[in-house]
């Protein structure tokens, strides 16, 4: 029976019940019960999928999730940490960037290849992980070699006495590498050139960045020269530590295992998908509009890109689609499309209550990435309750009356109210600073009231 996901990917989420995964993602969003749900219970079928019998699992495809709902309430932000969470490849795209004017922009299936490059980047990042002791003991050498070149024997010295004072040596100059006393000395290392630069191709109809460049297809050609170049000693051992890691990692099996893992456990978080929505006639400016959704639909429904590690099966990746509906609807999409999107959900406005709990609940919160910064200048900010409640008060109060941009809000509403510590802070002679309610009004009042220079402003 195969086995679907790597191993990383099983021993780290196959525990997790939708309502852990649900709570990992509370660590991180606020609100929005609903989404997290759905994306749980769509993670969770994924692994029971990989208990079942082949020819079963085959047959099972992803529930694909639709979310709507407005700008800055956590849509992407919950699919970029349920992918991290499964340890799956992940992409987020934009579908507007599929209609330019006059010409349909990237070719769709550019999707699945940029995912199959990531998935190729984390499994090799995840090889270098398991060879990275065995390729820094063989950089250690390389580099003792470097330092000490073995001398010739001479013809009355006795060869294993000469072999023996070599190596003690050797281990001399070993323990003084490691206790960085050699860090001052300089050696001469052959480091290779970049390679030939990518150049885009014509593939098919379209131009397409597939990044083949021309070291792939003459690859005698272009391998990049080397050339001499003295370094540092740090400097060398990391290059030729780098250079070890290369060779010890097998790249055919790396494709193999990033293309299975894609085709098992990618997640493509397709956005601002309201803006292909709506059917127009054959003139205007928006006439690509349904010829998108028509070319999103065979990635979505299940179809075999060529990319240049391979032919990469779409039929098991989980897609989700996001937009705010404002002007368009669902329904507006087209009915092949709608079908492939079974699971809705509906993501809440954010208001003030929820505003409090970003500013201080989750685990990177703007409130400690602040104090976290201004700590790098040695000020200890703090923030009274009733400052935090303020700051909310102000960021609803203006997504109230200008767009509502959601939590975004307070990233703006934020930078203003520490504008002058920002700038002052390397200066200040008080090193402890309390953001307190009078500060916060002081700061932000006379911007929020005046509506149009909150409009430019905040």
Not at 117 to 122: K, P
């Amino acid at each position: 029976m195969p086995i679907y996901l790597p191993a990383a990917t099983q021993s780290s989420t196959e525990s997790l019940t939708p309502r852990q995964i649900v709570a990992e993602l509370d660590k991180y969003v606020i609100g929005q019960k609903a989404a997290k749900r759905a994306v749980a219970i769509a993670l969770r079928n994924r692994m029971r999928r990989q208990k079942l019998a082949p020819e079963l699992a085959e047959e099972i495809a992803p529930k694909n999730i639709l979310m709507i709902g407005p700008t800055g309430v956590g849509k992407t932000e919950i699919a970029r940490r349920l992918a991290r969470l499964a340890q799956s490849p992940f992409l987020k795209v934009e579908a507007s960037k599929f209609t330019e004017v006059g010409y349909v922009g990237r070719d769709v299936e550019s999707m699945v290849r940029d995912l199959v490059e990531l998935g190729v980047e984390m499994v090799r990042e995840e090889r270098i992980e398991e060879v990275r002791g065995k390729a820094a003991q063989h950089a250690e050498e390389r580099l003792l070699d470097l330092l000490l070149p073995p001398r010739p024997i001479a013809p009355d010295e006795d060869p294993a006495a000469a072999r023996d004072a070599q190596s003690q040596t050797r281990e001399r100059f070993r323990e003084q590498l490691r206790a960085g006393r050699l860090d001052g000395r300089t050696v001469e290392i052959d480091v290779r050139e970049k390679a030939f630069p990518s150049l885009e191709i014509v593939a098919g109809s379209s131009v397409e960045e597939i990044d083949i460049n021309l070291k792939d297809m003459l690859p005698g050609l272009f391998q990049g020269k080397t050339k001499r170049r003295k370094v540092k000693v740090p400097e060398a051992l990391e290059y030729l530590r780098q250079e070890e890691e290369q060779k010890l990692i097998d790249m055919d099996s790396v494709s193999k295992a990033a293309v299975q893992r894609v085709e098992q456990a990618g997640i493509i978080f397709i956005d601002e998908i309201d803006k292909i929505a709506g059917r127009e006639g054959g003139h205007g400016p928006d006439v690509s509009r349904e010829g998108v959704q028509r070319d999103i639909l065979p990635i979505v429904e299940g179809t075999t890109v060529n990319t240049k590690y391979g032919m990469v099966r779409t039929d098991h990746i989980l897609f989700i689609a996001a937009g705010a509906f404002h002007v368009s609807k669902p329904s507006d999409l087209i009915p092949e499309l709608q079908g492939r999107f079974p699971i809705r959900v509906e993501l809440e406005a954010l208001g003030r209550h929820e505003f409090v709990r970003i500013l201080t609940e989750p685990h990177s919160a703007l409130v400690k990435q602040y104090i976290a910064l201004m700590e790098t200048e040695g000020i200890d900010l703090r923030f009274t309750d009733d400052a935090v409640e303020k700051i909310a008060d102000f960021a609803a109060l203006v997504n109230e009356r200008t767009e509502n941009i959601g939590a975004r809000r307070l990233h703006t509403v934020m930078e203003k109210l520490l504008d002058e510590i920002s700038f002052e802070g390397p200066d200040l002679p008080e090193k402890t600073v309390t953001i307190d309610e009078a500060y916060v009004t002081r700061m932000l009042a006379d911007v929020v009231k005046n509506e149009d220079l909150s409009r430019y402003i905040l």
